[in-house]
């Protein structure tokens, strides 16, 4: 028996970042891709990606025209895809949500634990996945319109601008946005992370630091 939630069952609407797979639901619905057609049509979810949906926040009225923001919507796939918080927002993705890159982009990095292709998204935007281990990079839980996800720290992120500046494709944007970020970093917690890196790695990191982060 399917319970509801408003206008959605509580598999759909409770689900992490409000996204599902036709998978999820295999225990719910016999046919679970027709039936989220159905509710697409009907205007409860939206569709991001072939075979996946986010359920509508529940002030918006069914039918009524909504996007999720484009870096919620890539976390949100990524949570459908690998679980709840496995998936970290980084890289350029992380300056956004960090205020490092004021305008909105068409592109954003997300950390995953195994190899991915890049995603175009159906609501707008191109999504670059980096495959890190989860425990080798350092985020905070943040609360988002859609639920909670995981993004990398003001330090994390400053480190991985400077390690990996081409990943998403816009080095000069990834440069301005470590330069936004070396001041609010915390030195201390700076220096734990650039000694746990390899050691070429933290030296390149540092003469970055030195020369055009001072």
């Known amino acids: 028996m399917k319970r509801l939630t408003g206008r959605l069952p509580t598999e759909i609407a409770g689900a992490p970042m409000r996204t ?87 592109v954003t990095v997300i950390a995953v634990p195994e190899p991915h292709r890049p995603v175009v998204l159906d609501t707008g935007g191109r999504v670059v996945f980096a495959m890190r281990r989860a425990e080798l990079v350092e985020a905070i839980p943040v609360q988002c319109g859609l639920g909670v996800m995981r993004v990398t720290t003001i330090e994390q992120t400053l480190i991985d601008l400077i390690r990996f500046p081409d990943l998403g494709g816009m080095p000069q944007e990834a440069a301005t946005a470590a330069r936004a970020l070396r001041g609010r970093a915390d030195e201390a917690k700076l220096e734990r992370l650039i000694d746990a890196i390899p050691k070429a790695a933290a030296a390149r990191v540092r003469d970055w630091l030195e020369g055009e982060g001072a």
Not at 28 to 45: F, H, I, Q, S, W
Not at 79 to 91: C, I, K, Q, S, W
């Open 20 to 106: 599902v797979r036709p998978v999820m639901l295999r225990g719910l619905y016999a046919n679970p891709e027709k039936e989220l057609v159905r509710m697409r049509d009907r205007g409860t979810l939206t569709k991001i990606a072939h075979g996946t949906y986010i359920a509508k926040p529940d002030s918006i009225a069914a039918g009524r025209p909504w996007s999720p923001p484009f870096e919620e919507a890539a976390m949100a796939y990524a949570t459908a895809a690998y679980g709840d918080r496995v998936p970290t927002l980084m890289g350029i993705g992380a300056a956004r949500h960090w205020h490092a890159i004021p305008r909105a982009i068409a």
